[in-house]
């Protein structure tokens, strides 16, 4: 009778520990140049967008100049969206591509995963070299 109640409890503590862990919306500082990077839902995918970072509060106009597309050169760094497409949950999404204004390179094969509700790890590779960032959550 005693582990009924015990069991309960249990259930109820892994279902609340499991929604909370499901939640990387929100703003993440990033490794590097004390990035922001908001995380938000699109569609039934996770994509996020700078939002700060030190070369945006040098130059707030500074555009995407490394990109290998001569065409999107001109867009402004500042709520560039940096990844687009992951899928999956509640802790880990593959799928999508992400994208580094320092270098202008897309990777299409990667993965997000939450270490804990605070910590997230981002990778991105481009072909078989691969870079992973440990980010902490901000606000």
């Given at each position: 009778?005693?582990?009924?109640?015990?069991?309960?409890?249990?259930?109820?503590?892994?279902?609340?520990?499991?929604?909370?862990?499901?939640?990387?919306?929100?703003?993440?500082?990033?490794?590097?140049?004390?990035?922001?990077?908001?995380?938000?839902?699109?569609?039934?995918?996770?994509?996020?967008?700078?939002?700060?970072?030190?070369?945006?509060?040098?130059?707030?106009?500074?555009?995407?100049?490394?990109?290998?597309?001569?065409?999107?050169?001109?867009?402004?760094?500042?709520?560039?969206?940096?990844?687009?497409?992951?899928?999956?949950?509640?802790?880990?999404?593959?799928?999508?591509?992400?994208?580094?204004?320092?270098?202008?390179?897309?990777?299409?094969?990667?993965?997000?995963?939450?270490?804990?509700?605070?910590?997230?790890?981002?990778?991105?590779?481009?072909?078989?070299i691969c870079r992973t960032?440990?980010?902490?959550?901000?606000?």
């Open positions: 009778m005693r582990l009924l109640p015990a069991l309960f409890v249990a259930s109820t503590l892994f279902t609340a520990t499991a929604a909370m862990a499901a939640d990387v919306t929100g703003l993440w500082a990033t490794e590097s140049d004390h990035g922001r990077v908001q995380i938000y839902k699109c569609g039934e995918a996770l994509c996020g967008k700078l939002v700060d970072a030190d070369q945006i509060r040098a130059n707030p106009e500074q555009t995407d100049f490394y990109n290998k597309n001569a065409s999107e050169r001109g867009r402004k760094v500042k709520g560039l969206v940096l990844f687009s497409g992951y899928r999956g949950g509640p802790d880990e999404w593959k799928g999508g591509k992400i994208y580094d204004p320092k270098t202008g390179d897309t990777g299409h094969t990667g993965k997000i995963k939450l270490l804990s509700s605070d910590r997230l790890e981002v990778k991105g590779c481009l072909g078989p960032q440990h980010w902490t959550r901000a606000g």
